[in-house]
Each structure stands twice: as structure tokens, then as C-alpha cells.
């Protein structure tokens, strides 16, 4: 199987930080994307991960466990603008990408 | 910079009607795909070209066919449209099937079939 897990929403407060969690089947992995739909527009490009560890881009930061088929979405210092689906992607074979359903993350004044 | 473009961006269809959605990419990409995006299911791929002339199946091919004469475009036919395929359509590209290298999206087309 290619499922991938995601919750299907979150709530945060501005100024906080949240975690977004993702698990995903191991067999064909080459690689992990993190990307952000805005409602109503078409989804863009946040992180890549394919090693073990975290990388960290500005308030955005992935991290990846090959061996546990797990990846996390880190956002800190939150903006109202963050509020958004969050999209967890698995590179299947080099070919195509597996999505999952989406966190749909609302971030509170 | 237009990247990726997709046509029409709306369309109401009545059911068995047929039609065509395009897309187009500027960026001399490999790679494109077609996926639809309902609620609550996330993105879902209905077929994809790993370069001109090839085509292959995802995961929700049935009812669809696709096209990729050049290699900017690759085209998404309904030839008898159902009130099942009433979503919203995104196109993407890549460049290759090099790991780091993401995938573009267009802007998208909702469809509606009545």
C-alpha cells in the first residue's frame, strides 16, 4: 500500500508553534515534500526531505525518520497567514508522488 | 513567468458531455501530471507523462484519458462526463525524476458536471 497519514486538522494560536505529523509506507520512498495550499489555490513547495534529520528554513523547519516512515512540519512563531492545508507528500519511485489527505491548520488570534 | 497554466480555469458540463482540459509548461519540464482534489481526500493522481509521447496511469484513471504530443503539453479528456468527476483539476511538472526536484502546480480547473 502507499497510504499516508496526516490529522486531519489543528489549531494553533499566533505567536505559537506547531507540529504537523506524517507517516507514510517505506517500500519505493525517495523522498518527502512538505507543501502548503491557501484555500481556493493551487498548492506550492514548502521543504524536501531524503536523509535522517531536520532542515530547518526560516519558521519552517521538516524533519525525517526513514526508518520509522515518519516526517514532521514544524511552523514556528506563527502568523494568521500560516493558516492553510499542509500537504505531506511521498516520491514514489522517482516516477510520481503519493499525497496524503491534507492538515488543514487554523491559526487563532 | 507563467509556469504552469491551465484552461480553462471553470466549466459546467451536463452529464455524457466530453471535453478537454490543457495544460501547459513553459519550463521545459519532463515530468507532468494530472491529479483531482476533492474534499477531505487531498490530491489524488489520475494519470501522469514521464516525457513526450508516454503516458501512464495513477490511481484514479478510469473515465479520463490524457495526451502528451508535446512536451509542454499534456491534455486531460472527459469523453463522457459523470457527476462523479464534478472536482477540482491541478496540473504540475517537474523537471525530472531527481529527488529534490518538487513538483509545479497550475492554478487549477473546477469542474462541475450536472
Known amino acids: 500500500g502507499q497510504n499516508i497519514d496526516q490529522p486531519t486538522e489543528m489549531t494553533a494560536t499566533e505567536g505559537a508553534i506547531v507540529q504537523i505529523n506524517c507517516t507514510y509506507q517505506?517500500?519505493?520512498?525517495?523522498?518527502l515534500f512538505w507543501y502548503q495550499q491557501h484555500a481556493g489555490e493551487a498548492p506550492t513547495f514548502l521543504s524536501y526531505n531524503v536523509l535522517d534529520g531536520l532542515e530547518e528554513k526560516g519558521r519552517f523547519s521538516s524533519f525525517l525518520s526513514r526508518s520509522k516512515g515518519y516526517s514532521y512540519l514544524l511552523l514556528k512563531e506563527l502568523q494568521m497567514k500560516d493558516s492553510a492545508s499542509y500537504l505531506c507528500a511521498r516520491d514514489n519511485y522517482g516516477q510520481n508522488f503519493v499525497f496524503g489527505p491534507g492538515t488543514r491548520l487554523s491559526v487563532l488570534p | 513567468n507563467a509556469g504552469v497554466t491551465q484552461t480553462p480555469k471553470f466549466r459546467v458540463l451536463k452529464t455524457g458531455q466530453s471535453m478537454t482540459l490543457l495544460c501547459a509548461q513553459d519550463?521545459?519540464?519532463?515530468?507532468m501530471y494530472w491529479y483531482r482534489q476533492d474534499p477531505g481526500m487531498g490530491l489524488r493522481l489520475i494519470h501522469y507523462?514521464?516525457?513526450?509521447?508516454?503516458?501512464a496511469k495513477g490511481e484514479v484513471p478510469d473515465g479520463y484519458n490524457v495526451s502528451r504530443l508535446k512536451k509542454q503539453n499534456f491534455l486531460l479528456g472527459l469523453e463522457s462526463a459523470a457527476p462523479s468527476q464534478t472536482s477540482v483539476y491541478f496540473c504540475?511538472?517537474?523537471?525530472?525524476?531527481?529527488?529534490?526536484?518538487?513538483?509545479?502546480f497550475g492554478d487549477g480547473t473546477r469542474l462541475s458536471i450536472l
Open positions: 504540475a511538472s517537474r523537471d525530472s525524476g531527481q529527488g529534490h526536484q518538487p513538483q509545479h
Open positions: 519550463m521545459n519540464h519532463e515530468y
Open positions: 517505506t517500500s519505493g520512498f525517495n523522498g
Open positions: 507523462s514521464v516525457g513526450e509521447g508516454t503516458t
